[in-house]
């Protein structure tokens, strides 16, 4: 509960906050702090110092942009539940924020820090994953756009470097006829995801997208179930099918609460309670 | 005594306003200039030889005032002492040092001790001492632990059994060899942790010029904490003051006398300056004792009706790394003698293998012991029922002592007092409906959902007493209780109690027994509690037992009280004592409601004492020590229907019925709470909470983030009803409601799952019934 000494720096802009990762190379960043604040009290991280992104400017807030949605990093997840644009377009991602740990966690916590931070069982990284979402990211040289796939790396790990800093999720308004779910396993304790899958779908087979976290280190995309409903129409005997390579190809968590036997089997469940659920909510 | 108003009144808590708008007192609110910060250097080894502690660095750093490690403190404090030994069991009690001097034995042992000027450079000096530590191998699993060639924690302690507890009531032999059939089951109690809300702290301020220490500390019982405590500093009882007003939960843990203001103390005392240790929830959950953690071989002598001649239970029981202050006395006394429950069985046999690990202690945890002997029996009875294909219900109706048989002498040695054990299960059967479940329960299996009843009937022992009887199990102190009642010239009245809430609601159920008995308002009340420089010497809470033991107590303190007034009353009226009549706050004479002396005006008089009858002193202000003739004993039937999803293994609650009869209630809202919270701790020990170790000692359940302590979204609603059958064994009536639901709804729980899952032939599973638990289980058997 009580944190080691530590510098505290408020960033006024994204250029100030990569100014000051420069000068203090082994700084964190802090948005929310949800994730971050209670590793630092138990002393299992001591970052010499953190910067603040809460006051910069513009790094929050929703908007559309042409067929994208646009949701600024230090956006809370009680903005994302309650926005009226997320909820008509971009139904799953209300839904899982809204079960993001509880109403403190999602009154301060950030979609961007969640990104960011790559909690192998937060429920954002497999929202964002199914939705193809791509994120922003700004530092010394400059800006770079990563597709949702190649952003989640490994175990608290993305593809951010050094110095650079999480600006913005981007996501593309989903196409007529598909409809998208997250299903949700929480931990009775923590509330985090034993498994959480998110799926987009079109009946037709079309649009078939589905991202597991909580099984293995890192929210990854489950291609083998892709794969094998591409193109075909997602009848419940053919989704239970494809279902079962839900993780393929897949390292997964073992812990006091559940197996790595266990939690393939829910992503297996899980995937296809939500891929038979986006199909029920496919409009248009 | 007519029932009056307040008795049986839902008046609301007068101490909540203060607890719920964050203005409560608790030991971490005590601020007294010149405080030091105490941190804690704890093992993070589950067993290892202490080779050398390097505090050099430490010492050096910013704002530490001091280090200390076992051997300083070797001579300025006793061993944590051991308060129940249990005669013929051949116990042995190892020394418990305050900090752990050559060897640590669990993961959370006390290693070295920091004082500094504020939290957080004790923290960084903590971080910074060096131990030398020779890792030793651990041993976690207690009965594994008396096996030859396990890891020994002692040399004084063989195979690690610290002592083997006996207790045989009937001719068990003879109902085993008689027996139609015979019904074995292993059944692990899982460890459990406490969780109270407020964790444990210690304010100790020493002061050099009176020799007197105070010490604000997180106690359910602060009389205890000063006896111990002037016990292991040798400051004599009358220099040391206890204050544990407000403390927020204990559930048991709370109870025993720790390390924690042991340290504390002895620090001030060093330095002469005040000293405050507060854990945080991660040392919390290694540094307060631990829960249950029984294993359990059970095995039943029952006829082909169903009638259950015999009951033979060897257990083995964790203790943990050190025998804490009350710990032998959970699995063996409070656990033995309940293993009768609500049914006549003529033979019982306990033994019990108090066996220590390198593991957190444990101690009495909400229920302590009768919750691990209900569990026994009402999972019992149902494998029973199975065997002989009979309905759970009736087993337990076959078996039940009957209404006409009070008071009732078990085998175990207890005398049930009085009890109405088909009126609670009849109620019970008719708010859920039982037949209309089956029906429901057998077109949902149709479908291929599981839906599932489980019941459980017990009875609990509370109001633990008397005396005569502690002394006989080797409880070191008394089981009574103390009140004063001081009115004072206005007619105010403060109570004085030796009982020690910490969440039970006394400051109001005891207010209700003043404003009766003495007619006044419940407002011209306050109730003391908590502080051993103003309450005389009591036991305090714990047990069920505050309102039969504390409360009667209080009651007949009122008495002498009321009977003083009236005298006064008569003398002040010009009447005989025998003419005056008593009735809402006022004294009358008999046919005379106009020739009247309030209680203010003679609570005035008392203190006037310008006009007294020849035989009274002055002053209006009564003691009443009670020591009960006997316990009181609960009992009621819990309800509980599940549904279990056959793809997930994870259970859904559809319904929770509770019938209890806890005898009269003084206030109904507040015995629903206790009944409320005791059902969700039970129904948690059945599905969410377990403590977990490696094989190495290390807590793996560290945490809120791994141990689920359920929110309300977790729980189902409670249906609470309650029917009455008052006890003899005081003269309200009262029996005790604290623990009836931890009691009651552990097996109800885990029942109503194993009913859901009896379409795979699944007859038992171990707790917690996690998701995958469950799921396997159905695996396992759809694989065959």
């Not at chain 1, 916590?109 to 939705?131: C, F, K, W």
């Not at chain 2, 049930?416 to 054990?421: A, E, H, I, T, V």
């Not at chain 2, 009670?626 to 599940?642: A, L, Y």
């Amino acid at each position: 509960m009580y944190p080691a000494a530590f510098d505290y720096y408020r960033a006024a802009s994204v250029d100030e906050a990569i100014k000051l990762l420069g000068q203090h190379p082994d700084a964190k960043l802090l948005a929310g702090g949800h994730s971050l604040l209670p590793l630092m009290k138990l002393r299992l991280a001591e970052p010499p110092a953190l910067i603040d992104l809460a006051r910069v400017p513009g790094l929050s807030g929703i908007k559309s942009s042409g067929d994208r949605i646009v949701i600024g990093a230090t956006t809370t997840y009680h903005e994302v539940l309650t926005s009226d644009v997320i909820k008509s377009s971009l139904p799953m991602l209300a839904e899982a924020a809204a079960i993001v740990g509880d109403l403190q966690v999602r009154n301060r916590g950030t979609i961007g820090g969640s990104l960011a931070h790559a909690d192998p069982a937060s429920d954002m990284p497999a929202v964002i994953l199914a939705l193809d979402g791509q994120v922003k990211v700004v530092g010394p040289n400059g800006e770079r756009t990563i597709g949702a796939s190649d952003f989640f790396v490994d175990l608290f790990t993305t593809a951010l470097q050094p110095g650079e800093v999480l600006t913005e999720v981007s996501i593309a308004r989903p196409a007529a006829g598909t409809g998208m779910a997250y299903e949700k396993f929480a931990h009775p304790a923590s509330g985090y995801a034993v498994v959480g899958v998110a799926a987009v779908a079109a009946r037709d087979g079309s649009t078939v997208r589905v991202a597991i976290t909580g099984a293995g280190p890192v929210a990854k995309r489950a291609s083998a179930v892709e794969q094998a409903l591409h193109g075909k129409q997602l009848a419940a005997d053919a989704v239970k099918a494809a279902s079962a390579h839900a993780t393929d190809g897949m390292d997964l968590n073992g812990d006091i609460f559940a197996s790595e036997q266990y939690r393939a089997h829910l992503a297996q469940v899980l995937t296809e309670r939500a891929l038979n659920r986006a199909v029920g909510n496919a409009r248009g | 005594m007519a029932v009056t108003k307040l008795f049986g009144a839902s008046v609301k808590r007068r101490e909540d306003p203060r607890m719920i708008t964050g203005r409560g007192s608790y030991t971490d609110d005590i601020h007294l200039a010149g405080t030091l910060s105490l941190a804690i250097l704890r093992s993070p080894h589950a067993h290892a030889r202490i080779r050398g502690i390097d505090v050099g660095r430490a010492r050096g750093m910013p704002g530490v005032v001091a280090i200390y490690t076992g051997r300083d403190l070797q001579d300025k404090l006793a061993p944590v002492p051991c308060a129940w030994l249990p005669p013929n069991t051949d116990l042995k009690v190892p020394e418990y040092r305050a900090i752990a001097i050559d060897k640590a034995r669990y993961v959370g042992d006390a290693v070295a001790a920091v004082v500094a000027e504020d939290r957080y450079a004790a923290q960084d000096a903590v971080d910074a001492i060096q131990v030398d530590y020779e890792v030793l191998p651990a041993i976690v699993e207690q009965e594994k632990a008396t096996h030859d060639g396990a890891p020994q924690l002692y040399d004084s302690v063989p195979n690690n059994v610290a002592f083997h507890w006996v207790l045989n009531g009937g001719d068990v032999e003879g109902a085993f060899a008689s027996a139609d059939l015979v019904v074995s089951q292993t059944l692990l109690n899982q460890r459990l942790i406490p969780n109270a809300m407020e964790p444990r702290g210690a304010v100790a301020s020493y002061n050099p010029g009176s020799g007197e220490l105070t010490l604000w500390c997180t106690s359910q019982n602060p009389h205890i904490h000063r006896l111990l405590m002037s016990a292991v500093t040798g400051i004599p009882e009358t220099r040391v003051r206890v204050i544990s007003t407000d403390v927020g939960g204990g559930f048991g843990s709370k109870i025993p006398f720790y390390a924690g203001e042991m340290i504390a103390s002895a620090i001030s005392r060093d330095l002469g300056r005040p000293v405050k240790w507060t854990e945080d929830r991660r040392e919390n959950y290694v540094a307060t004792t631990h829960g249950r953690d029984h294993v359990d071989y059970v095995d039943v002598a029952a006829r082909r009706d169903g009638t259950v001649t015999g009951l033979r239970v060897r257990t083995y029981a964790n203790m943990g790394a050190y025998l804490s202050t009350a710990a032998p006395g959970v699995p063996t006394w409070l656990f033995g003698l309940i293993l009768s429950g609500p049914y006549k069985i003529g033979a019982i046999g306990c033994e019990v293998f108090g066996v220590v690990t390198n593991t957190t202690p444990t101690d009495a945890y909400r229920g302590a012991g009768r919750p691990e002997a209900t569990y026994i029996l009402e999972r019992m009875m149902d494998l029973v029922a199975g065997r002989l294909g009979m309905d759970p219900v009736d087993v337990r109706r076959k078996n039940f002592i009957p209404a006409g048989e009070f008071p009732y002498a078990t085998p175990t040695g207890l005398l049930y007092d009085s009890g109405n054990y088909d009126g609670s299960l009849d109620r019970a059967l008719e708010m859920v409906d039982y037949p209309g479940f089956r029906r429901r329960q057998e077109a949902a299996r149709a479908q291929g959902r599981l839906l599932g009843i489980g019941f459980s009937t017990y009875v609990e022992v509370c109001g633990l007493a008397p005396s005569q009887a502690a002394g006989a199990m080797g409880f070191q102190g008394g089981l009574w209780e103390s009140a004063t009642v001081r009115v004072h010239p206005s007619g105010k009245v403060s109570v004085f109690t030796g009982s020690s809430p910490h969440g039970q609601g006394e400051e109001t159920t005891f207010a209700q027994l003043v404003g009766d008995e003495l007619g006044i308002p419940i407002d011209d009340v306050e109730i003391v509690h908590g502080d051993t420089g103003r309450i005389p010497f009591g036991m305090g809470t714990y047990g069920s037992r505050s309102v039969a033991v504390g409360g009667t107590a209080l009651f007949k303190a009122l008495g002498k009280v009321r009977d003083k007034a009236s005298r006064l009353a008569a003398h002040l009226l010009e009447v005989s004592p025998d003419d005056i009549v008593f009735d809402q706050g006022r004294f009358h004479v008999k046919g005379a409601p106009d020739r009247v002396k309030t209680f203010p005006e003679v609570a005035g008089a008392a203190y006037l004492a310008w006009s007294m009858p020849p035989d009274m002193n002055p002053g209006l202000e009564e003691t009443y020590f009670h020591d009960p003739s006997n316990n009181v004993f609960p009992f009621g039937t819990h309800v509980c229907e599940v549904e279990v999803d056959p793809e997930t293994g994870k259970v859904a609650f559809q319904r929770y019925v509770a019938v209890d009869d806890v005898g009269r209630v003084i206030n109904p809202m507040i015995v629903d709470g206790q009944v409320h919270g005791g059902i969700a701790q039970g129904l948690a020990q059945a599905v969410y909470e377990f403590a977990a170790y490696d094989d190495n000692g290390q807590l793996l359940s560290g945490s809120m983030m791994d141990y689920a302590v359920p929110d309300a979204a977790m729980l189902p609603t409670f249906e609470v009803e309650r029917t009455e059958t008052p006890t003899p064994v005081n003269p309200m009536g009262v029996k005790g409601a604290g623990e009836t639901g931890t009691i009651a709804s552990t097996p109800a729980v885990v029942n109503a799952i194993i009913d859901a899952l009896s379409p795979y032939g699944i007859k038992h599973l171990d707790m917690p019934l996690t998701p995958e638990r469950v799921w396997q289980a159905i695996q396992a058997r759809e694989g065959r």
